[in-house]
């Protein structure tokens, strides 16, 4: 890590989902932890995967292929689920692979191109670029859906 | 100067108060909660070991004045101080108090500071 | 982690807690007094309460309650001393008064603005009621402040000038009698300045004549000190009147400056448990005579009534709930353990007879104890919950000018706390409901000869295993008729629906139905059956409803004791396990070709001992697979329904009986009807946990599919 400005440094969590790159905030990851069945959940939107057991707690898990409308393959022992927390609620991301945690500043990232009609942008807060390959940084609470407002 | 007192109040919270203004000024505190209980506490510790006794007067069973009066028909404490914890300071309570057999009284809320020092002061 | 190490909001803390204890005791003593009672006990408690309330928040410096307490407790002392004797109306002030308390306490506690306007009125009609005692209360009011302990502090290094005084001090014998001490009395002067002691015996009489307890001495002191004369006076204090006492200044006054003394905040006091467990001998002799039964009052030597004995205080220890709630964790993970070890026991081949499975039956049966033990720990008896309820009837039927009684049954039964918690909510509502739409007005009433006074019974129970709490009021019943036009101009069913009077009934539960035709000051909160119904299952529980036509409605509500295990059937569906819980499932059926029957496209019966029952196929009913061409060969679940109704579920197989432990799901789960929770098995995976009724409801009522199919679409966005 560099050793100037300090408070814009950010660290990236980037992973592989259906051959494109993305990243997520560090600080909003609790863990990585390997592909186990999921057990499915009754009438939910095909993006939720159903419910795994976490240390005896039960977490959602959503196919972040499907959620993005990204081809979704099979899923194989190298998928990993990352658990993330958003307003104190955990929910896995079921991705193809984690490649890197990477450091930047704010000033590498840049605003992601106006086109709205784009859904998988939608999502996306920032783009920057490593070594030559662009990763897309997630707006986690874009990607989870408060469900509860919804569902209510 | 550090003393053993009985605390009887019915008040959980006025128990726990009393506890945390005694205990960090070194004092032994034992808690009953109403009249009846404080007799029995009392019977539990040597008459010698008790330097004090803090008791409340609107209480189940027992009431204050009535837990007074049992204490100094105890020849081991007819001249153990007691100081009554009241929220109201008329005289007339004071008085009644006093007939009771009480050596001082303590206005609540309390200082604790205070009501360290009062101990000290007629336990001395 | 700072507040647990702040000695003084725990204290607050646990003050809040006590008061909600002092408001219950409160309730029922108005409650007795309300109903006749006249032990004088019973106002005493009342009385004691406020008391205790004000004092509380006195250390707190909560002047609002403070101020509202201190009035209504002087009017209790009214009472208690026979000066006034309570009517009707003034009991329901006092009710009011008693409902006030508890809202400041609770606006104290979550430090939210205190209600002035309602203190304002609600102190202007109890002073009403002292009429003329209120100003001389004034002048108590105003001393009960932090007046303190005039006691002198600790003194500053004394300076060469200050004053001096010249004091005479003559005990009489009742200072003795007091505990007083003239040697410390003395010490404690000394220690203010530089004393010079005399002592006067002049009237020491000789020794033969010397009587043992009576004063004879007299002491001249000359105290050389900066402190002022009030705090010499201090040191008198309790002595005032019991002997003789004169002081005399031969030099100015150094002022009445008492020096602060510094409270060092950060002294930590550690936790303590309060065990209070009295010895079942007692009490002693002398302490039986010399109880007192009404502390305002002379103490007098009457032993004490029955009834104004108070039962020894149970022994009880105040334990964190969430050291509860990590032990209640910990045996859940106990028991998954257990079953994944009785899982690989099994695989492992070992006969049933071997000293391992011996061993294991051991085990888990040792689990279950600990595992009800435990429950046992978050049980409580229901009555607070029901204590609340009474003041929603209080107010509902003052906002509706009805006369409503409420009758409560079953106060002592015990429920999981957080169950306690979570039926709030709902029970409010029902109560409101029963007092606004169940009971008629009182000439609607009058006219039909009934009693005046609509009555709304609460009830709990433990019921086969479970908590029944019911809402019944006297009123009308409920208007089917006008139920089913509401429900078809909504278009929640076809107009030409032919129903049964429990299904027009079970209408009042669906989402979008409300009976606010006439919006009153009550109901039309935008909260109709249906929240009440969600509320209800998502403790696992269900409810219904019966009602006959003039005599009124009954709402039953039917809970797991505990929200943390369930007896269930574990069983095989599409290639999934779910959980059923075991007391609906009647018996077990195998399929033959025979035995379904089609009623029309879709729609199944299953011929059980010759009746006919609903066959539902799991399977499907869950978006699990498509409609199989026949059911032959399946298994299937005759389930009881509440209604008494029976209907059967195809299922693939029965795995195992066996208790799971309930995890919950939170709003997140996309949570379709019918999912009850979810629990982990002895491998680890999850299975979901189905309440059957809900299930079937879904399918069953007219808009199920509808329901399942909007509410997917919404996901989907």
Redesign the interface.
């Known amino acids: 890590m560099s050793d100037q400005g300090q408070t814009n440094d950010l660290e990236l969590l980037t992973f592989r989902v259906a051959d494109q790159e993305y990243s997520l905030d560090i600080m909003s990851v609790r863990e990585i932890r390997g592909w ?2 999921t ?8 993006f ?1 995967r159903g ?3 976490l240390r ?3 977490l ?1 898990v959503m196919d972040l292929a499907r959620r993005l409308n990204l081809p979704s393959h099979e899923t194989n022992d190298r998928n990993v689920i990352i658990v993330v927390k958003l307003q104190g ?1 955990l ?1 896995g991301l079921l991705v193809d692979a984690v490649s890197d945690i990477v450091a930047i500043t704010e000033d590498d990232l840049q605003a992601p191109p106006d086109i709205s009609s784009d859904p998988q942008l939608s999502v996306v807060r920032a783009l920057t670029v490593i070594d030559d390959r662009m990763i897309r940084v997630l707006d986690l609470s874009a990607v989870v859906p408060n ?2 407002d ?3 | 100067m550090t003393l053993t007192v009985l605390a009887v109040d ?8 009393i ?2 203004a005694l ?2 000024a070194g004092f032994t505190v034992h ?1 009953a ?1 109403d ?3 404080g ?2 506490v009392l ?1 539990g510790i040597a008459p010698g070991d008790i330097d004090a006794i803090i008791t409340d ?10 837990f007074i ?2 204490v ?3 020849y081991d404490h ?5 100081l009554v914890l009241t ?4 005289p007339e309570l004071k008085m009644r108090a ?1 007939e ?16 360290v ?2 101990l000290q ?4 | 982690m700072s507040e647990q190490n702040d ?2 909001a ?2 607050r803390a ?2 809040f807690i ?1 008061c909600e204890e002092l408001l219950e005791a409160l309730q029922d003593g108005l409650q007795e007094l309300d109903e006749g009672g006249d032990d004088p ?1 019973t106002i ?2 009342v ?2 309460a406020v ?2 309330i ?3 928040a ?4 909560l002047e609002a309650l403070v101020r509202f307490a201190h009035r209504f407790e002087t009017v209790m002392d009214e009472v208690r001393g026979g000066r006034m004797t309570p009517d009707a109306d003034t009991m329901k002030l006092f009710f009011l008064a008693a409902d006030h308390v508890s809202d400041l306490v609770r606006a104290c506690r979550d430090e939210a603005p205190i209600p002035e306007s309602t203190s304002e009125e609600l102190l202007a009609r109890l002073d009403e009621l002292l009429g003329d005692e209120v100003e001389t209360e004034e002048a ?1 009011a105003s ?2 402040t ?6 002198s ?1 600790d003194l500053p290094d004394l300076e060469p000038e200050g004053s001096t005084f010249e004091i005479r001090f003559k005990p009489e014998q ?1 200072l ?6 003239p040697a ?1 009395l003395l ?2 002067l000394c220690a203010l300045g530089e004393a010079t002691v005399r002592c006067n015996s002049s009237e020491l009489p000789d020794l033969e004549d010397l009587a043992a307890e009576a004063p004879y001495i007299e002491w001249n002191i000359t105290l050389k000190t900066e402190a002022a004369e009030a705090e010499v006076r201090d ?1 008198f ?2 002595v005032d ?2 002997c003789v006492l004169e002081i005399t200044s031969t030099s100015p006054d150094a002022g009445d400056d008492v020096p602060d ?1 510094d ?2 905040a950060g ?1 930590e ?1 550690p936790a ?1 448990l ?1 065990v ?1 467990a ?2 079942p001998s ?3 002799a ?2 039986s005579k ?3 039964k009404d ?1 305002g009052e002379e ?1 007098g030597g009457e032993p ?1 009534s029955k009834k104004g ?2 039962p020894a ?1 149970k022994s009880v220890v105040r334990v964190d709930l969430e050291r509860i709630e990590r032990l209640v ?1 910990l045996v ?2 106990l028991v ?1 353990n257990q079953a994944m070890l009785s899982q690989s026991l099994d695989q492992a081949g070992l006969s049933p007879h071997s000293d391992a499975m011996n061993g294991l039956e051991e085990f888990q049966r040792l689990t279950r104890d600990i595992q009800d033990s435990v429950m046992m720990i978050r049980a409580q008896p229901v009555k607070s919950l029901f204590q609340r309820m009474s003041r929603i009837v209080r107010e509902a039927s003052a906002a509706v000018e009805k006369d409503v009684r409420l009758v409560t049954e079953g106060e002592a039964t015990e429920v999981d706390k957080t169950v306690i918690e979570r039926l709030a909510d709902p029970l409010t509502h029902m109560i409101r409901n029963a007092v606004d739409h169940g009971l008629e007005k009182s000439d609607t009433r009058l006219a039909n000869g009934k009693s005046r006074a609509g009555t709304v019974t609460l009830m709990a129970a433990h019921r086969s295993g479970r908590v029944i709490i019911e809402v019944t009021d006297d009123g009308a019943g409920i208007n089917r008729e006008r139920v089913f036009e509401i429900a078809v101009a909504k278009g929640l069913v076809p107009p030409d629906a032919q129903l049964s009077d429990g299904e027009i009934d079970n209408l009042l539960f669906l989402p979008g139905f409300s009976t606010a035709s006439q919006v009153s000051a009550l109901s039309g909160r935008g909260v109709g059956m249906d929240v009440v119904k969600t509320s209800i299952q998502s403790l696992g529980g269900r409810i219904t409803i019966s009602s006959e036509a003039g005599k009124g409605t009954k709402f039953s509500i039917s809970l797991p004791l505990t929200l943390a295990v369930l007896d269930g059937m574990v069983v095989n569906v599409a290639g ?2 779910l959980v059923l819980p075991l007391n609906v499932v009647v018996e077990t059926l195998s399929l033959g070709p025979e035995d379904v029957q089609m009623l029309r496209p879709g729609a199944y019966v299953v011929r059980v001992r010759g009746g006919f029952v609903p066959l539902y196929d799991l399977g499907v009913m ?3 697979r498509a409609h199989r061409k026949t059911d032959a060969g399946a298994i299937v679940l005759l389930i009881s329904l509440d209604d008494g109704s029976r209907a059967a579920l195809v299922i693939d197989g029965i795995q195992d009986q066996r208790q799971v432990v309930i ?10 009807p ?2 009850a929770a ?1 629990t ?1 098995l002895g491998d ?5 946990i189905l309440d059957p009724a809900d299930v079937i409801a879904g399918m069953g009522n007219p808009r199920g599919a509808d329901i ?1 199919l909007s ?2 679409k ?4």
Do not use: C
């Open positions: 186990t069945r057990t499915p959940m009754p009438h939910a939107p095909d939720m419910v795994i057991n005896g707690t039960v959602p609620t929910t469900t509860s919804e569902a209510a | 019915d008040s959980r919270t006025m128990r726990d108060m506890r945390m205990m960090p808690l909660e009249g009846v209980h007799i029995e019977g007067i609107n209480m189940p069973r027992m009431d204050g004045f009535g009066d049992a100094r028909e105890q007819r001249a153990t101080p007691i929220t109201e300071s008329s006093r009771a057999g009480a050596t001082g009284w303590i206005v609540k809320p309390f200082d604790p500071a205070k009501l020092k009062a002061m007629v336990a001395g | 000695p003084m725990e204290i646990s003050f006590e006990e005493n408690v009385f004691r008391h205790s004000k004092g509380g006195g250390a707190f410096g108590d001393d009960f932090p007046l303190g302990f005039s006691m502090l009742e003795f009698a007091t505990g007083n001490e410390t010490r404690n040191i204090e309790f009147g019991l003394v409270i060092d002294i006091v303590v309060e209070v009295p010895s007692q009490p002693s002398p302490v010399k109880s007192t502390s103490a004490e004995t108070a205080a964790n859940g993970e998954i999934e396990t869950l978006g699990y995890k919950g799901l939170d709003d997140s789960f996309y949570r379709a019918g999912i979810a982990i680890g995976q999850i299975a979901l399942m509410e997917r919404i996901a989907n966005e």
